[in-house]
């Protein structure tokens, strides 16, 4: 397998069809031969140099000399007994490792990717940011996640949710450079409408993405109606409080027309009393938007708690104040499906 810790080879997967064209042209080759080494790449979803059968020989070997293609090695793979998710424990080329998990909807089935190694952000109820951050995937290493799962489980893939490892704002480039591949009509030619962002609200690139107008769908992991109970659990709070985070949204909302999700992970007697619903429909009132229930779920390494009957208590009162809320289904629950707990496991 060709691996990428080669020193000075070009990431061949995260190149757009004009980078890879110019790169072919710098080789002496014709421009068509980036046409078919895309197509191979992206399409037929061949990694390997040596069966792109339709280059000559002399050519492999010189695409093998100057590129490497990120590949993902599977390390663990769990499916669920009680639905058909799918999670995946990659090892990266340089020995990290990464998660990604394949849910299935009646409309489809979607890939949740990670978008770092680890994360900065500190969110106290998430198992992703507890051994702090390593590195930024590069685009290839997102985009080859589901590559990969789509080869392994023979599923196809017809959505994407950026919401595994990792906060996909703090690794911006990357992650457009991403969308582009993802959306490029010569590759996997998804619609971005059927991708959604989810972000613990890095203010000032939710106002750069809404110039962008890729119309995804923007999730914003808000989790408490005031700053106080905020700052506690998320300190992203401290930086980019929830007035500034809601006025971010409003301005995506003007530019985009895109309706936001808002995720509420409810906390047993931190965010979830009645109080606390009036609240959250007082900030949301103005917005076109849907708040996303999840029940915390449990790791090892806290004591926050939640269940089933608590979200649909919260459910309930938010929709008597008139804003649209759902709690999450439950996917993979008896595969901790939940995000980073698996690395964890794994890595210390
Ligand atoms: N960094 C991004 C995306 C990664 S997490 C973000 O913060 O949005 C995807 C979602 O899962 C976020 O809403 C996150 O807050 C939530 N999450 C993380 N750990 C959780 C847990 N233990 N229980 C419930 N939701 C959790």
Redesign the pocket.
């Known amino acids: 397998m060709i691996s990428c810790d080669d020193n000075g080879k070009i990431d061949i997967l995260g190149l757009l069809p004009e980078e890879l064209e110019e790169q072919i042209l710098l080789l002496g080759e014709k421009k068509f031969r980036a046409k078919q080494i895309f197509e191979w790449l992206h399409v037929k979803r061949v990694p390997d140099f040596d069966k792109m059968t339709n280059l000559s020989v002399q050519l492999r070997n010189l695409l093998k000399e100057k590129f490497c293609v990120k590949s993902l090695f599977i390390v663990k793979r769990l499916e669920s007994n009680t639905d058909n998710t799918v999670k995946y424990l990659y090892r990266l080329p340089d020995g990290n490792h990464v998660e990604t998990v394949i849910m299935e909807y009646s409309y489809g089935n979607t890939v949740c990717v990670s978008t770092q190694v680890g994360?900065k952000?500190g969110?106290r109820?998430?198992?992703?940011t507890i051994a702090g951050y390593k590195r930024d995937l590069a685009s290839s290493e997102i985009l080859s996640q589901i590559y990969t799962a789509e080869r392994d489980s023979g599923r196809k893939i017809s959505g994407v949710v950026?919401?595994?490892i990792?906060?996909?704002l703090d690794n911006y480039d990357n992650v457009i450079n991403f969308l582009k591949l993802l959306s490029h009509e010569k590759g996997m030619n998804m619609s971005l409408r059927h991708v959604s962002l989810?972000?613990?609200g890095i203010v000032p690139r939710i106002y750069e993405l809404a110039e962008l107008k890729l119309g995804l769908t923007l999730?914003i992991?808000l989790?408490a109606s005031n700053n106080r109970a905020r700052s506690e659990i998320m300190p992203v709070n401290n930086r980019y409080d929830i007035n500034e985070l809601l006025t971010a949204c409003r301005y995506y909302f003007k530019v985009t027309g895109r309706r936001i999700s808002f995720?509420y992970?409810l906390i047993d007697g931190h965010n979830d009393s009645r109080g606390d619903a009036q609240e959250l429909a007082a900030l949301l009132k103005d917005f076109v938007c849907h708040v996303n229930i999840?029940p915390?779920?449990?790791?090892k390494e806290r004591d926050?708690r939640s269940d089933r009957k608590a979200a649909a208590r919260f459910q309930k009162y938010l929709e008597q104040l008139g804003i649209n809320a759902t709690v999450r289904r439950t996917l993979g629950a008896d595969i901790d499906a939940?995000?980073?707990q698996l690395r964890r496991e794994y890595e210390i």
């Open positions: 994360c952000m969110c109820f998430c198992a992703s950026l919401m595994g990792g906060e996909p989810s972000t613990c999730s992991s989790h995720e992970a999840i915390v779920n449990k790791i926050y939940a995000c980073g």
